[in-house]
């Protein structure tokens, strides 16, 4: 019942900069935990950094100082800025959402959704 949409990967070389935006869409009651996550390529799915409802963030390590996560509970946005990025940075970007939506006859659905991705490359 809900999307997610990842928009403003792309290409860049090392020490630059990156913005993804994650626009979630649909029957939305409420958007709690939200998340960035990656996966390069023949590794796992890690998590990058994740915000409350009510703006508290965390970050790994790997990414600390440099990434910043933010998001607007008014236009149901998260927000990714990465800066300085390093090569080890290049992999494909996933948003998630922990949500509560409602199905076309009421009924509440609760559900952790997912973006399709969006590729991120940072070249040396």
């Known amino acids: 019942q809900v999307q997610l949409m990842e928009l403003g990967g792309g290409l860049v070389q090392a020490g630059g900069s990156l913005r993804l935006s994650c626009v979630a869409s649909?029957?939305?009651?409420?958007?709690?935990?939200m998340r960035w996550y990656r996966q390069a390529p023949g590794k796992g799915r890690e998590l990058v950094a994740d915000?409350?409802?009510?703006?508290?963030?965390s970050y790994a390590d790997s990414v600390k100082g440099r990434f910043t996560i933010s998001r607007d509970n008014a236009k149901n946005t998260m927000y990714l800025q990465m800066n300085s990025l390093k090569p080890e940075d290049t992999a494909v970007y996933y948003c998630n959402a922990d949500a509560l939506s409602k199905d076309y006859t009421e009924n509440y659905v609760a559900e952790k959704a997912w973006g399709q991705g969006a590729q991120v490359t940072v070249s040396s």
């Open positions: 915000i409350t409802s009510g703006g508290k963030t």
């Open positions: 649909g029957r939305i009651v409420r958007i709690d935990d």
